[in-house]
């Protein structure tokens, strides 16, 4: 059966949908770029503010071209803490930081605010491949429900002893959440209850964080028929 010329009209989509779809799909594509390039603009004119008024003005380019120079807070911040980083990793840094690691401890608030930003920034830095062993599958919330988990050690003390398990050792898993996987549960389960996955932590994490949308590619192609 022949279609007539009105038919064919109709599949047609109309300029305001053609504009429409067109519209959204741009936004997609302009609008993280353009919040991510605010964000980190922001976040540079807030460390100039916090540097610039330490900067002695013979050493600030301002001083000699009346112009700011947006970012140079920045660098004078990068080269410092290199700089501190350089020094704490020979014996007088380490024993210079210990010295005052020491003295921030006797002080009660302080302390706590201290160790608390000290792991946070440790845990956010650190390689990933060194805080998790491997990725593996895990029965939760309920029975016939798994969800991803990492292998973070095999559990000491009474966390071993306390949590029943006949013949194998109890594990520490770390359960994140979608899609900040830094945050989550900790779970002390029997080895045997949890599925080793062959995936890479990364690959996993990519998959918590991309809500199921992001798979990793088989490395070998008869796995995945």
Not at 1 to 14: F, Y
Not at 112 to 136: G, H, M, P, S
Not at 147 to 168: H, L
Request: glycine fraction near 6%.
């Amino acid at each position: 059966m022949s279609q007539t010329p009105s038919d064919e009209l109709k599949r047609r989509p109309g300029l305001w949908t053609i504009l429409r779809t067109n519209f959204l799909a741009g936004v997609v594509v302009v609008v993280p770029v353009s919040l991510t390039i605010y964000i980190i603009w922001g976040a540079i004119g807030l460390i100039d503010t916090w540097v610039l008024p330490l900067v002695p003005k013979r050493y600030n380019p301002s001083t000699y071209t009346d112009i700011d120079i947006h970012g140079f807070g920045l660098v004078i911040f990068l080269l410092f803490t290199v700089i501190v980083g350089y020094l704490t990793k020979g014996f007088i840094g380490r024993w210079a930081v210990n010295r005052a690691e020491m003295l921030v401890a006797r002080l009660p608030i302080v302390s706590t605010v201290y160790n608390a930003l000290k792991q946070i920034l440790e845990t956010a830095f650190a390689d990933r491949t060194e805080l998790f062993q491997q990725a593996c599958l895990v029965e939760y919330p309920r029975p016939g429900i798994w969800a991803i988990a990492f292998v973070s050690s095999v559990a000491k003390g009474e966390m071993q002893t306390r949590v029943p398990s006949e013949k194998d050792d109890v594990i520490a898993i770390f359960v994140p959440t979608t899609p900040n996987p830094t945050s989550g549960f900790i779970l002390f389960v029997p080895a045997s209850t949890v599925i080793m996955l062959d995936m890479s932590v990364e690959s996993a994490a990519k998959l918590v964080i991309s809500a199921g949308l992001v798979y990793p590619q088989p490395e070998d192609p008869a796995k995945a028929d």
